[in-house]
């Protein structure tokens, strides 16, 4: 979704003006729902959500959807994804460079810490004298370094894509919307 122009009137303003509403538009930005979720989540009265909700879809900042079932889910369209969250396209590239810079890095260190030379050094004199030749390879602390970046880059990486997921079937049940 390309950032969308949001054009605040004087009507968008008054239906912004109530804390239900905004709570309303806050609860639809983790996924769609219907007014009987809404109304349990909200710990508010099934009608009072429905009031709500029409002033919220008359402002242009929700959109609903029967699927042709018996539930009428209710989500935010574009202008409302874009009141409340407006530069997530933005934040979710960041989260996936810094994973895939973090994954790459930690790939980089194990590979680094596997390939490395194997030398051999001898060991320090024990008292009796003596000490055997013991190899010494890189240090341990390189590989678990290369195993933590190569996990948190993972963990990034998936996050930023489920994120893109869900903002993309946002997106696709939004257009879906505007289509009918």
């Known amino acids: 979704m390309e950032p969308v122009d949001i054009v605040l009137t004087k009507d968008t303003f008054e239906v912004l003006a109530s ?16 007014v009987t979720e809404l109304a349990d989540t909200l710990d508010l009265a099934k009608s009072t959500v429905h009031h709500h909700l029409q002033r919220l879809a008359d402002a242009g900042l929700v959109a609903a959807d029967d699927d042709g079932r018996a539930w009428v ?22 989260l996936l460079a810094a994973g895939l810079a973090s994954l790459v890095g930690g790939v980089c260190a194990v590979v680094a810490f596997l390939t490395a030379p194997v030398r051999e050094g001898p060991v ?27 996990v ?17 079937a946002t997106e696709d049940f939004c257009a879906g919307e505007e289509v009918t």
């Open 19 to 34: 804390e239900t509403r905004l709570d309303i538009l806050k609860t639809l930005s983790t996924r769609r729902m219907t």
């Open 73 to 94: 889910y209710y989500a935010l369209t574009q202008e409302g994804q874009g009141l409340l969250q407006p530069h997530d396209g933005t934040r979710i590239r960041v």
């Open 124 to 150: 320090s004199p024990r008292p009796g004298g003596g000490g055997l030749p013991v190899p010494a390879g890189p240090p341990v602390e390189l590989l678990v370094a290369g195993i933590a970046l190569a």
């Open 152 to 168: 948190i880059g993972g963990i990034l990486v998936a996050y930023a894509c489920i994120r893109w997921r869900n903002r993309r």
